[in-house]
């Protein structure tokens, strides 16, 4: 610009005359050129920089932007006409058209260039905006990495404090197990296939466990044990199902008793790949069970000795709550079971005239506190039972009273017994007075009909011992009534017992009362002397029957009597006696008289035949 201000000062031109001068239209021309191209370079640069930071001016230089694109708009046009080869050099308006555009892009290059240094130094709003625009991809890729970093961090933590809480919650349960195991003397281990131990647990804390790490069975248990635990460990990794067994070893304690329990150990592809497993020390639980079994032993017997003794002694033992209602009792009783009894009242098992009884002795005991017994008696059907009752009251909590506890004694037989002595005793005061008549009356028939003194006392003697054999048998029988055949062998002992067997008894089992025994004892003592003098037992070959039957006393009455034969055979000739004696008085009139019995006594020359029959009320019934 200073060359071309140099050129026309020197050629005189003023103003816009000299615009007309084709020199100075030419300079004119190449200087607006080169400014043209300046400013485009500078445009061209900054444009480049703005895009390579990605910056956008909409706000701030909106309207420097569009001059620069006018500017690029103008310089196309002035390039195009000059490509085209149109000589407008000598044109004034050309030449100030290319002026306007170089000043055009001077000035905007000026402002882009300012424009762009502000930038550099105090980037504004819009260029932060435009700067965030241009970064905000990899913003967001560096914020992924950010959010991913801190979740990773998060997680890390998470992860940190679920293994501390794991870590803590696993070492307590190893705590509690271990308590466990040594507290039940558990002996624990694992082993690989190969039954080599890889871990073990020592309930008594010794370095035997560390010991055994690494060991096999052979190596620790004696021979026997070894194989027979190696064999079990075996066949459960064959298998992959657990067995358990008892062996015998050694351990701190001396020697035990060990149930042995192992399982199969799977692997992650499911295949067994060792085997776990626990010995617990059984010696004192099968000490126990021996213990339990001799006291179990013991209580059992205990037990049956003392229902033995129940049974034996006629007593039931039962309790009763307050309510007197039963809550346990030992056996049955009043004709019913235990499990009728139990859960019932008084009122609901006993008569109406025995609930007072009963009720009388508990509501005592509960009442004061001791013991109450007394006599009770219950009718049961057609017979009345008597007990002995015994009333404890049993205690509860507190010191108070749950209810009672009896013992029932059933003394039926006792009171009956009484009863039957006393009429026992009546009888005998009776028969006493009537016996020693009838002994009197036979001491005088006696005297009548001996010869001698001595023939009187041997008589007598006889008969009083006859009178005597009856009475013991009665006494025997506790004077209810005798056998007839018991009665028939002990009047007749000395023919019957030994070599000779010289009287046949036969008959059915019948039972006198003790006024027919009586009688029927002395009649047979005389058909007896009568024979050893006169008739079949006089003589070696002489043989005495006596045979009895039952049979009706008349038809259809319905009651049976006892006929009773005496038979002599192979005796001497028998003749009928001129006169009776005492004999044939006591056989015919006093069992005639004393018993309301038919006799028939006859006297055939083959031997003494005499039919005797009683009555049923001189028999016994049921026996």
């Not at 913003?139 to 998470?158: C, K, P, S, W, Y």
């Amino acid at each position: 610009m200073s060359a071309v201000g140099d050129r026309l000062g020197g050629s005189g031109c003023d103003g816009v005359a000299c615009l007309g001068s084709p020199e100075v239209q030419a300079l004119l021309a190449l200087g607006a050129g080169v400014v043209i191209a300046l400013s485009l370079l500078a445009i061209v640069m900054s444009v480049l920089w703005l895009a390579s930071r990605r910056s956008v001016f909409l706000g701030q230089h909106g309207a420097l932007l569009w001059a620069a694109g006018y500017f690029a708009v103008l310089s196309s046009a002035v390039h195009l006409v000059d490509l085209a080869g149109a000589d407008l050099s000598g044109l004034v308006w050309w030449t100030l058209a290319k002026i306007a555009t170089a000043i055009l892009g001077a000035v905007i290059a000026v402002l882009l260039v300012r424009a762009l240094a502000r930038l550099t130094r105090n980037p504004g709003p819009a260029v932060a905006v435009a700067a965030a625009d241009t970064d905000a991809p990899l913003r967001r890729e560096v914020a992924g990495h950010e959010t991913t970093l801190r979740e990773l961090e998060a997680t890390q933590r998470d992860l940190e404090t679920r293994v501390e809480q794991r870590t803590h919650e696993l070492n307590l349960v190893r705590a509690r197990l271990e308590t466990a195991l040594r507290g039940a003397y558990v002996h624990a281990f694992s082993q690989d296939r190969d039954l080599h131990y890889t871990w073990v647990y020592d309930p008594d804390g010794g370095e035997g466990a560390d010991e055994m790490l690494g060991r096999t069975d052979r190596e620790i248990l004696p021979a026997d044990v070894a194989e027979t635990v190696i064999a079990l460990k075996r066949r459960v990794i064959e298998t992959g199902r657990s067995e358990s067994c008892e062996v015998c070893a050694v351990s701190s304690r001396g020697r035990a008793l060990y149930a042995l329990h192992v399982e199969p150990a799977f692997g992650a592809d499911g295949g067994v790949e060792g085997l776990t497993g626990a010995a617990i020390d059984i010696s004192r639980m099968r000490s126990l069970e021996s213990e339990q079994q001799r006291l179990t032993d013991e209580l059992r017997g205990a037990l049956h000795r003392y229902e033995i003794a129940l049974r034996g002694s006629h007593v039931t033992l039962f309790n009763q709550d307050r309510d007197l209602r039963f809550t346990w009792i030992s056996n049955a009783l009043f004709g019913r079971t235990v499990d009728e009894i139990v859960g019932r009242v008084d009122a609901e098992l006993l008569p109406a005239e025995s609930r007072e009884q009963f009720g009388a002795l508990m509501r005592a005991a509960l009442a004061s506190g001791r013991a109450q017994g007394g006599e009770v008696s219950i009718k049961e059907a057609d017979k009345t039972r008597w007990y002995d009752l015994h009333v404890e009251p049993l205690p509860g909590d507190n010191g108070s009273i749950a209810g009672v506890t009896c013992a029932l004694f059933d003394i039926t037989e006792r009171k009956t017994s009484e009863g039957h002595l006393r009429l026992l005793m009546r009888e005998l005061t009776h028969r006493s007075k009537n016996l020693l008549a009838v002994i009197q009356s036979m001491a005088r028939q006696t005297a009548r009909n001996a010869g001698t003194i001595d023939d009187f006392l041997d008589a007598f003697g006889d008969r009083l011992q006859a009178i005597a054999t009856s009475h013991d048998l009665l006494v025997q029988e506790g004077w209810y009534g005798a056998s007839l055949n018991d009665l028939t062998r002990r009047q007749l002992a000395k023919y019957i017992d030994g070599t000779a067997d010289r009287v046949a008894l036969s008959g059915p089992a019948v039972h006198l009362k003790p006024a027919a025994a009586q009688s029927f004892g002395l009649a047979l003592h005389e058909l007896a002397m009568n024979a050893e003098r006169f008739g079949a037992l006089s003589v070696p070959q002489g043989r005495v029957e006596v045979n009895w039957r039952r049979l009706p006393l008349a038809e259809g009455s319905g009651e049976e009597g006892v006929e009773i034969v005496w038979t002599e055979h192979g005796g001497p000739d028998v003749a009928t006696p001129i006169s009776r004696g005492f004999g044939s008085l006591v056989v015919e009139k006093n069992l005639s008289r004393a018993l309301d019995a038919e006799v028939a006594l006859s006297f055939d020359p083959s031997g003494v035949r005499c039919r005797m029959l009683i009555p049923a009320s001189h028999l016994l019934a049921g026996r």
